[in-house]
C-alpha cells in the first residue's frame, strides 16, 4: 500500500484527515488599492486567513502655484514638492480589528499670482505616516529681467520600517519678457513631477501618485493657473 509523507513546515493533516496549508505559508493571496482621497477603513476579519500584511503609504503632491503677468513681462513658476513614502510588514496580531486608512488628496493649484497648496498625507492606522509635498511658490513679479525662483523641497520622512521623503520640485528661470522656463514638480516613490515649460500654460499635471505639480508661465498677460498635485494611495498586500 503506498503511503505520501508530507512536510510539517507547510501542511497539515486536519481531524476529518484533510491535507491542509498551514497558515501563514501561502504567500501573497490579494491586494487592496485604496486610491480615492478621504478616509476608509481596513477589517481584518474579512480575511480569516490572513496572516500578515504589507503596507505602502504614498502621500500626495503640492499643487503648484499661479502666474499672472503684467504686459511686455513674464512670471515662471517653481515646480511643487513631491509627497513622501512609507511601508511597513506587521504581523496579523499586530493590527486592530479595525483600523483607519487615510488617502491624501493632491493640493490645488493657485490662481493669479498665489501659491500652490499642500498635497494631503497619507496613513494606515496612525503609525504608517507620510507628508504631502509641499505647494509651489508665487512670490516672484512680473518683469522682463533675468531672474530665479528657488526650488522648492520635497516633503519630509514620515514613520514606517521603510520612511522616503519625497522629490524636490525644481526651481524657475526668466531669462527675458518672453523668455523662462517654469520648474519640473517633485517626483514621489509612486510617481512622477509635473513637466517645467518654456511658453505659456497652466502648471503641468504630474503622473502616478504623489508627484508634485509643474510650475505654470505667464506671459505678457494672460493669468495662467498652477497645476494640481498628485493624489496619494495606500496599498495593503494581504499574506496568507
Known amino acids: 500500500m503506498a503511503s505520501v ?21 501561502m504567500g501573497l493571496r490579494e491586494t487592496l488599492y485604496f486610491r480615492t482621497p478621504g478616509t476608509a477603513q481596513f477589517r481584518k476579519g474579512d480575511y480569516p486567513w490572513l496572516a500578515r500584511i504589507r503596507v505602502r503609504v504614498q502621500a500626495a503632491g503640492g499643487g503648484s502655484g499661479g502666474a499672472d503677468s503684467s504686459a511686455n513681462g513674464s512670471i515662471p513658476r517653481p515646480g ?7 511601508e511597513s510588514l506587521f504581523e496579523v496580531g499586530e493590527i486592530g480589528a479595525v483600523e ?9 493649484g493657485g490662481a493669479g499670482n498665489n501659491p500652490g497648496d499642500d498635497g494631503g498625507g497619507s496613513s494606515f492606522a496612525g503609525v504608517v ?16 529681467t533675468n531672474v530665479t525662483a528657488n526650488a522648492i523641497l520635497g516633503a519630509a520622512t514620515g514613520t514606517g520600517q521603510l520612511a522616503i521623503g519625497g522629490g524636490a520640485g ?3 528661470l526668466r531669462i ?8 519640473r514638480g517633485g517626483d514621489s516613490h509612486l510617481g512622477f513631477g509635473g513637466y ?45
Open 196 to 240: 517645467g515649460r518654456s511658453t505659456t500654460g497652466p502648471g503641468g499635471a504630474p503622473r502616478g501618485y504623489g508627484g508634485g505639480a509643474g510650475g505654470a508661465f505667464s506671459y505678457d498677460g494672460p493669468a495662467e493657473s498652477g497645476g494640481k498635485g498628485g493624489n496619494g494611495l495606500v496599498i495593503v498586500e494581504l499574506y496568507g
Open 170 to 172: 525644481e526651481g524657475a
Open 129 to 144: 505616516t507620510t507628508f504631502g509635498g509641499p505647494g509651489g511658490s508665487a512670490n516672484t513679479a512680473s518683469g522682463d
Open 5 to 25: 509523507c508530507a512536510c510539517g513546515d507547510y501542511f497539515n493533516v486536519s481531524p476529518e484527515g484533510e491535507l491542509c496549508l498551514n497558515p501563514g505559508t
Open 176 to 183: 527675458s519678457a518672453s523668455q523662462g522656463l517654469s520648474g
Open 80 to 86: 511643487a514638492g513631491g509627497g513622501g513614502y512609507s
Open 100 to 108: 483607519s486608512i487615510v488617502v491624501g488628496e493632491g493640493g490645488a
